[in-house]
């Protein structure tokens, strides 16, 4: 496992972040869930969101000290005046910001992708058809003396690519997750691996590492980018998602013997690169997206808008042409008037002309569905580009009364869009 290493730098940082958002109300309207594809009815059990609690707290345990409290305040202050690059400036700052909000999100982005069909079939259905050097190609992993640890670095690239061809099976599922250095997608996706079915044991996590079943199983790889220096918080988080858990020194026979980490890292691996993800260039962002079958936008994409929604389109339109066909496209953000973006314009020669507000889902429909299919440099076809497989304008995560965690956590409102490429 590496540590303490750079990882990805950029020094071009741009003032980009989600803002935490949440609501702890009770009562549940017919309203509150709308989709389009609705989710199932079974999920993750509470045993396992318990469990992915447990690994931020024990990953993040130095956090949870007589100091959190305010660090938790100077995030709100930076993030209320828009202050990203304060309000992630510093490991103190970073990983109180990933054991305030990361819980919540982790839980309920889980409860998504493991109840809309199209997802979780994606992770545990046919296995991603691409080669470990290809996957690989600008990536290299730095392994632990045991040879356990599968931290990905994206600063040496090609030189360990080869070498680790034959260490991996050739076949995998990639996920990149943009603007998810907070590490929720990542123990979100952590946990849909395990409770769909982590190679290869009839939905159990593997208890043997025996060549046979390496050989036959498939690798979750997550390609995070974000333009924070998230790598102190993203490293620890994978550390506790690939140990086997400490237990106490009363438990049961049966207890030891059962005891195992939430995902192996055989099976399991992180890649995390620093950028800004909307000044992000052609080549690294070809590179982020490369044989990837899901990429997540969560709780970024109405920051983007918010920058420049020129450039956001821009910006949607290249990944549009990055994408291969079948990958799909996860964004989840604020809901209803928390994600609208304002837009001054002149009209009728008044210079100063009014102020328009556009709903995120509006903006992002019109790019994804309308405008990637008319022709231009980047299509040249003018045929659609996107599908749009599930949505929903308005849906409620609440926390189960038996979860533990040292803060209190709140459930969570948010809208979600799921597209796919064609």
């Known amino acids: 496992m590496a540590s303490g290493k750079s990882i990805g730098k950029s020094s071009n940082v ?3 972040r989600d803002r935490p958002i949440s609501r702890n109300l009770k009562k549940r309207s017919a309203k509150d869930i709308q989709t389009n594809d609705s989710q199932t009815n ?8 318990q469990s992915l609690l447990n690994v931020l707290k024990d990953s993040l345990s130095e956090r949870f000290n007589g100091s959190l409290a305010s660090s938790i305040q100077a995030v709100k202050g930076h993030l209320f005046k828009r202050e990203f690059s304060k309000a992630f400036g510093s490991d103190d700052l970073l990983e109180a910001y990933a054991v305030r909000w990361s819980p919540s999100r982790a839980l309920a982005y889980m409860d998504l992708i493991c109840g809309l069909p199209q ?6 259905g046919a296995s991603y058809d691409n080669t470990m050097a290809d996957r690989l190609r600008s990536l290299s992993l730095d392994n632990s003396s045991s040879g356990r640890g599968r931290y990905v ?13 034959g260490d991996h099976p050739s076949k995998n599922k990639i996920v990149t997750c943009l603007g998810g250095g907070a590490g929720a997608e990542i123990m ?3 946990g849909c691996w395990h409770y769909l079915g982590a190679p290869s044991n009839g939905g159990a996590v593997p208890t043997e590492h025996s060549e046979s079943t390496r ?19 993203v490293e620890k988080l994978y550390q506790g998602i690939t140990t086997i858990p400490s237990v106490s020194k009363y438990a049961s026979g049966k207890t030891r013997i059962c005891n ?3 995902n192996y890292s055989d099976y399991f691996e992180v890649a995390f690169d620093q950028r800004d993800i909307l000044d992000l260039e052609v080549e690294p962002l070809t590179i982020a997206l490369q044989n ?6 969560t709780f970024t994409l109405n920051e983007l808008y918010s920058a420049s929604i020129s450039k956001t389109t821009d910006w949607l339109l290249t990944l549009t042409y990055l994408t291969e066909p079948g990958t799909l496209l996860l964004i989840v953000d604020s809901p209803g008037s928390y994600s609208t973006v304002k837009l001054s314009g002149a009209s009728n020669g008044n210079m100063e002309g009014a102020e328009k507000r556009y709903p995120m889902k509006w903006l992002v429909d019109h790019t994804l569905l309308e405008a990637s299919s008319i022709y231009n440099s980047k299509n040249t076809t003018q045929e659609p580009q996107w599908e749009k497989l599930a949505s929903s304008d308005s849906t409620w995560f609440r926390l189960q009364d038996s979860l533990k965690y040292p803060l209190n956590l709140e459930d969570i409102r948010y809208q979600y869009h799921l597209y796919k490429r064609i």
């Open 153 to 165: 670095n994206v600063d040496t690239a090609a030189s360990s690519a080869a070498s680790i061809e």
């Open 188 to 190: 979100a996706l952590a």
């Open 292 to 297: 990837s079958s899901l990429v997540t936008l």
């Open 119 to 124: 997802l979780s079939g994606l992770l545990k």
């Open 14 to 16: 741009a003032k980009l």
């Open 260 to 262: 195992a980490p939430l």
């Open 215 to 233: 050989s036959s199983s498939t690798v979750l790889t997550i390609r995070v980018v974000d333009m924070a220096n998230w790598t102190s918080v």
């Open 42 to 49: 079974d999920g993750p059990t509470v045993e396992l969101q």
